[in-house]
């Protein structure tokens, strides 16, 4: 389980739809409780994806663009697991849009997902905001249902 505030849920929406056609993503921080991992906060980020990128990847990813993916800058992970750290935070999850999809990972999603990590998508269509989903990795590297839990 995932534990965030409305305002968490907010942001996100929020993000998702000023990049609107495109994907956004940002990157979620918090910490491991006993049942559930704990937002403290969510950092909408950029869409680096580009046909450079692309050519890291295995495949012909090179024609996709950033309406069916997304990259966080590597040095923009390394400075938030950082700033993470000194505030004894963790980078616990990833969060993305699918502009016109579903809030299903897609085969590149799990393909691309670490282990430990929280996936929160959410759905944007024609432009505004709606369902949202999480999830996680199992031990066979299959994306399982992550229940959401809205606090205060």
Same mark, same amino acid.
């Not at 969510?42 to 692309?54: F, G, I, L, S």
């Given at each position: ?10 942001? @996100? ?8 056609? =495109? ?15 704990? #937002? ?5 980020? =950029?869409? #680096?994806? /580009? ?7 295995? *495949? ?14 590597? =040095? ?9 750290? %000194?505030?004894?935070?963790? @980078? @616990?999850?990833?969060? /993305?849009? /699918? ?20 996936? @929160?998508?959410?759905? #944007?269509?024609?432009?505004?905001? *709606? ?18 839990? %809205?606090?205060?």
């Amino acid at each position: 389980m995932i534990q965030l505030s409305q305002e968490h849920l907010q942001t @996100i929406c929020t993000h998702a739809e000023s990049t609107y056609p =495109e994907e956004c993503c940002g990157i979620i921080l918090g910490y491991l409780a006993s049942e559930s991992k704990i #937002v403290v906060e969510v950092m909408p980020t =950029e869409n #680096v994806w /580009h046909t450079e990128a692309a050519a890291e990847f295995p *495949g012909d990813r090179t024609t996709e663009s950033k309406r069916r993916q997304y990259a966080i800058a590597p =040095e923009i992970m390394l400075k938030t697991q950082r700033e993470a750290r %000194n505030r004894s935070l963790n @980078i @616990i999850g990833i969060f /993305h849009s /699918h502009p016109d999809h579903p809030a299903i990972p897609s085969e590149c999603d799990r393909l691309y997902a670490w282990q430990g990590y929280s996936y @929160i998508i959410v759905s #944007v269509q024609n432009g505004k905001a *709606g369902e949202l989903q999480s999830w996680s990795l199992d031990d066979h590297h299959q994306f399982q249902a992550e229940a959401i839990e %809205n606090i205060i």
